[in-house]
């Protein structure tokens, strides 16, 4: 018999069997979108994992560059920060007047050249004198002052540390092929100190005058930069200051201006940074002979007066000089560090005028008249006479000028 739910189960039976499934082009066409889906998913997640890398590198970029910032303000150490710094005082770089230089290293691999102060030696006035200016100033040519101690009576300064030392050394005849640099390089030097020293006369808020240019406190970089460094005898002053007041001559002799010893040749400005670096200028031109390369004392420099006659007589500098170039370069050198040394400051020309000349061309310098020719006579051109060996000068406690003034009266 057949009956209504069996038909009923053979129609639904029938339909269902006639239904068509999923074809193979609609499967391959769900694996694909999976698989794009799948992979852009992927993607976005390696894009993120990638975006976050960078963004924690850079962090630790910033980090970095921030310990490496703080490092290099001026900062206050203590002794026992110097003691670690310097490796317990193991690597010696050099001595002064005022203290020993040793070598050091920071955080992150950032060599330093810390000066310890000797504990007897001074007032503490060149420790006040270097934080209180160099610690406030930044140019290219003015050594940085990365901190400084001042634990008790135990003090030091930390400065940056330039690879090549002082420009002392460098300091030889051209005939010397070990220590000279060449011509190019000592222009270069040059024009780097002038542009320090314009700096501190004019580009600070106040004015700062050295006191003591020599070729012992400009510092060399890895590249021959110079670096003016050791203000422990400078002064400040307003920029509209024409005269500073100061009773003892201060500096190395050989450097010093005329007027810082007595006032009839002027008064005691920023000419006295000039007079001294053109000395160290015809240093530079003229060279140094050392003996043995040790004894910076024992050594016999060209005189002024003899390296203005040549120039005047038009003769050659009697110095190595290879090419036309090289030689204009040399005279250049001389003629500016005669004009920088004349007797009276009103008759030296500003560092501002120094790098004009500098940078201009030799043909269009004159020579200056000869500061040191009081006689009339000249010295023999073909051998130049020694120069009395270089000195340091004691720092004498200032006093008042009306003192000085009393004790003239009273020598007469």
């Known amino acids: 018999m057949v009956t209504a739910d069996s038909l009923t189960s053979e129609r639904g039976g029938r339909k269902e069997e006639g239904r068509p499934g999923p074809s193979t082009g609609q499967v391959a066409t769900g694996v694909v979108l999976s698989s794009c889906l799948l992979a852009i998913v992927v993607l ?12 924690r590198e850079n962090q630790i970029r910033i980090k970095k560059f921030m310990e ?6 001026p900062t206050r150490f203590s002794y026992a920060d110097i003691k670690r710094i310097t490796n317990q005082f193991k690597e010696e770089l050099g001595q002064g007047s005022y203290g020993t230089v040793f070598k050091g290293k920071l955080s992150n691999e950032i060599l330093v050249a810390v000066k310890v102060l000797n504990e007897t030696k001074g007032n503490g006035e060149e420790f006040i004198n270097e934080v209180g200016t160099i ?3 930044h140019h290219i040519n003015v050594v940085r002052l990365v901190g400084f101690c001042a634990d008790g009576f135990r003090r030091a300064l930390v400065y940056e540390f330039l690879p090549n ?17 060449g011509w190019e390089k000592l222009q270069g030097i040059a024009l780097g100190v002038a542009k320090g020293l314009e700096y501190l006369h004019r580009g600070c808020d106040q004015r700062i005058l ?7 406190n400009i510092l060399l970089d890895h590249n021959f930069n110079p670096k003016i460094c050791d203000f422990g005898l400078s002064k400040m002053c307003s920029k509209d200051q024409s005269a500073v007041s100061m009773t003892t001559a201060r500096g190395t002799i050989g450097y010093i201006a005329p007027e810082v010893f007595s006032r009839n040749f002027g008064n005691v400005s920023y000419k006295s940074d000039v007079y001294s670096f053109g000395m160290l200028l015809l240093e530079m031109v003229g060279g140094r ?3 043995d390369g040790k004894d910076d004392n024992a050594v016999e420099a060209y005189y002024p007066d003899w390296i203005h006659n040549l120039l005047e007589d038009g003769e050659d500098l009697r110095i190595s000089i290879e090419g036309e170039e090289r030689s204009k370069i040399a005279k250049k050198l001389a003629t500016v560090g005669l004009w920088c040394i004349q007797w009276h400051p009103v008759d030296r020309p500003s560092m501002e005028v120094v790098l004009q000349m500098l940078d201009g061309k030799e043909d269009n310098l004159k020579i200056p008249p000869n500061s040191f020719d009081f006689t009339g006579t000249r010295p023999n051109a073909s051998m130049p006479e020694r120069r009395p060996r270089q000195q340091e000068l004691d720092v004498i406690s200032e006093v008042h ?9 009273q020598g007469k």
Do not use: M, V, W
Request: negative net charge; charged residues 35%.
């Open 44 to 55: 976005a997640l390696y894009e993120a994992y990638i975006s976050d890398k960078l963004d």
């Open 68 to 73: 490496d910032y703080k490092a290099l303000k």
């Open 135 to 137: 610690g406030k100033i």
């Open 165 to 181: 030392g002082s420009l002392q050394k460098f300091i030889a005849s051209a005939d010397s092929k070990t220590l000279f640099l």
């Open 210 to 216: 050295h006191f003591d240019i020599k070729p012992h």
């Open 289 to 291: 002979k050392n003996i």
């Open 401 to 409: 000028e009306e003192i000085e003034e009393i004790n003239d009266l």
